[in-house]
């Protein structure tokens, strides 16, 4: 069975601290891995990786695929308290017949304390 | 700027009843996408549209519909609604095929069956 897990499930870090969410996966017709940055409304996307150990990079946020493995991590450097939210990453498939499949993990909730 | 809209932020309907989620997108995007978001669950895709009348099944589309009769709006129907169709409902589009940088979600509906 497909599926994503993320880890930690939750961390608490200070300001100016790095942090790195670790998301793998196990699935059959992968297509790209996706990860998300969800406050108290609808979730706001971040990055979509499709390509092996390119990085991704948005200011302090960067990510990378390494899909021999089957595995991202999203860095997020000198942290600030406007960085606390639950990161979701989510994986895009092709299930059979007309299908796609987006499967999130549960995220990981990241709380930056001043 | 980047603006998804969805009709109702919040709506209360009974078992058996014909429900319609509306979405509007101003970007002259070609994709656009129905999720719902349970907790433990995260975002499940329930079908998506990547051109005017196409439509693709994602991972639960048991007992939803969806329509794409303009570019900019894309409406999920729920023909007999049912208690366990009680969820948040969350619209994204986004400009090119499925390997676009980003997707805009709007601002949810959620949806409560009694």
């Known amino acids: 069975e497909d599926k994503v897990v993320q880890s930690p499930l939750s961390l608490v870090v200070h300001e100016g601290d790095t942090v790195t969410l670790n998301c793998s996966y196990e699935v059959t017709n992968f297509r790209s891995l996706l990860w998300y940055k969800q406050e108290k409304k609808a979730p706001t996307f971040l990055f979509m990786l499709t390509s092996s150990g390119i990085e991704k990079k948005s200011g302090r946020l960067s990510s990378i695929l390494d899909k021999k493995e089957l595995f991202s991590i999203l860095n997020i450097t000198a942290t600030q308290t406007g960085d606390s939210a639950i990161y979701l990453c989510a994986y895009l498939s092709r299930g059979g017949g007309s299908n796609y499949k987006l499967t999130f993990g549960k995220g990981t909730l990241l709380t930056v304390n001043p | 700027d980047v603006k998804v809209t969805q009709s109702s932020r919040y709506l209360v309907k009974r078992t058996g009843e014909k429900v319609f989620l509306e979405c509007v997108q101003d970007?002259?995007?070609?994709?656009m996408f129905w999720y719902r978001q349970d907790p433990g669950l995260g975002l499940r895709l329930i079908y998506f549209s990547y051109d005017v009348k196409m439509k693709e099944k994602g991972d639960i589309p048991e007992g939803y519909s969806v329509s794409r009769e303009k570019k900019e709006r894309f409406s999920l129907i729920l023909e007999s609604a049912s208690t366990n169709q009680t969820s948040m409902y969350l619209c994204?589009?986004?400009?090119?095929?499925?390997?676009?940088?980003?997707?805009?979600f709007g601002p949810g509906t959620r949806l409560t069956v009694l």
């Open positions: 970007m002259d995007h070609e994709n």
């Open positions: 994204a589009s986004s400009q090119l095929g499925l390997r676009t940088d980003t997707q805009y």
